[in-house]
């Protein structure tokens, strides 16, 4: 059977640099200004750069979402907070600042300036393993 990876995926964004470096930080990777191609590049793991490229014209919102261990994920909850971001526990709830635990781990939800949407949780509930 073919083995197939994710290799990276490209994010539409107003200001390329900016976005990606906000992300990176708070997921604690690597990202660069530049890199191939007119892309702003987060090196979201070994297998997975996330290419922001900025757009002027309207473009679709998109929802990424990340799976890490617990511990990573209250590492990376404690960036968002120190960097005044909004969370919330439900997909398309407003605001609570809480984390969803509903689905046998932890979930949070929170949206960057151009309006895409992360999700970072513990648990995949799309693959039950």
């Known amino acids: 059977m073919m083995t197939v990876h994710l290799d990276h995926l490209m994010v539409p964004s107003r200001n390329k640099v900016a976005s990606?470096?906000?992300?990176?930080e708070?997921?604690?990777v690597p990202?660069?200004?530049t890199g191939i191609?007119?892309?702003?590049?987060?090196?979201?793991n070994d297998g997975l750069t996330l290419d922001f490229d900025e757009w002027?014209?309207?473009?679709?919102?998109m929802h990424y979402c990340f799976r890490v261990s617990?511990?990573?994920?209250?590492?990376?909850?404690e960036r968002i907070k120190d960097a005044g971001i909004a969370y919330r526990s439900k997909v398309h709830?407003?605001?609570?600042?809480?984390?969803?635990?509903?689905?046998?781990g932890s979930i949070v939800y929170w949206n960057e300036p151009d309006g895409h949407q992360w999700e970072m949780l513990t648990v995949s509930y799309a693959r039950q393993t």
């Open 37 to 44: 191609g007119p892309f702003s590049p987060v090196y979201v």
């Open 70 to 77: 617990q511990d990573d994920f209250n590492a990376i909850l």
């Open 93 to 104: 709830e407003p605001v609570d600042f809480r984390i969803d635990t509903q689905h046998g």
């Open 26 to 28: 708070v997921l604690g």
């Open 56 to 61: 002027s014209d309207p473009f679709p919102l």
């Open 31 to 33: 990202w660069s200004e």
């Open 20 to 24: 990606a470096k906000l992300l990176a």
